[in-house]
């Protein structure tokens, strides 16, 4: 059962009973647990920029006392192809995602209704090919890469069908700029829905980020909002998956659709090969 846990992480906590996170004993760590895992990805009509190209993802996430993380690090085009969409993109992207519980902090049951457990999340984004800065003209004038920080309370919520859920509200700090651009909403979540005799099975996993608030001066290329909306399909075992997703992207990053940055607006495609370590 031990190993179970560590090779699906927060896919098989995700389907466990639903406690609120109470550490009024003082023991911060009898929910420890961490996994890893790696993803060869391949992307279709990625936006912005409708990109296709492949990626390798390292993947992680887990509970150590009062502190619970998640993060990834990508690889983009393997095989250094002078063809690939990501040529001259820098190589790597990396997000991670550290939260501290309030529970855990302050050794009270914070828990209410259907909230599980509060935290101070945080969220940092960095690399990953840079955003392009443009003139009045629209003419591009500079490319920084993404430097990007975001701080806010995040929740553990438990909603029909879907069980835990994470709940994250932030408001965004750009580090290359200096200055605060709007607020991001953030769910995550994972609901195992068919079992098969084996121990294996599928899931419908997946998130939403809604950004808004976001500073539209520049109306050529920003509006005051958008997101994504990411829903996938995947088979697990012990330690393989093999998954589907499909990403609705509306004016992502807050970019206008058909503005400066292009099309920023539509479909993706992503299909996923995963081992577990």
Avoid: C
Avoid at 30 to 55: C, F, I, R, T
Avoid at 88 to 102: M, N, Y
Avoid at 190 to 199: A, D, I, Q, R, V
Wanted: proline share 2%; charged share 20%; net charge negative.
């Amino acid at each position: 059962m031990k190993k179970t846990l560590l090779a699906l992480g927060l896919a098989v906590t995700a389907a466990m009973p639903a406690f609120a996170a109470d550490y009024t004993d003082g023991d911060t760590h009898k929910n420890d647990y961490n996994w890893l895992q790696g993803n060869l990805m391949y992307a279709v009509n990625e936006l912005p920029g409708e990109s296709n190209h492949d990626y390798l993802e390292l993947e992680f996430g887990g509970r150590s006392g009062i502190l619970d993380y998640y993060g990834y690090a990508d690889v983009f085009n393997l095989a250094s192809s002078d063809s690939s969409d990501k040529a001259d993109s820098e190589k790597i992207f990396i997000k991670f995602a550290p939260r501290i519980s309030l529970d855990g902090l302050t050794g009270t049951d914070l828990s209410f209704g259907p909230v599980q457990e509060l935290y101070f999340a945080t969220l940092f984004n960095w690399g990953g090919g840079g955003s392009t800065v443009f003139d009045a003209t629209g003419n591009a004038i500079e490319t920084e890469t993404v430097n990007n920080s975001f701080w806010g309370i995040g929740s553990d919520v438990m909603v029909p069908w879907l069980g835990k859920v994470g709940l994250n509200f932030y408001a965004l700090y750009d580090l290359n700029e200096k200055d605060w651009d709007g607020f991001q909403v953030s769910t995550n979540w994972f609901k195992p829905f068919y079992f098969f005799e084996n121990g294996s099975f599928f899931s419908y996993q997946g998130y939403i980020d809604y950004q808004f608030g976001v500073d539209d001066d520049f109306a050529a290329l920003k509006t005051d909002n958008g997101g994504v909306w990411y829903n996938g399909i995947y088979w697990h075992s012990e330690n393989f998956a093999v998954g589907y997703g499909l990403k609705a992207f509306k004016d992502v990053y807050g970019l206008r659709d058909g503005g400066f940055a292009g099309k920023t607006t539509g479909l993706g495609h992503y299909f996923a090969v995963t081992y577990k370590f």
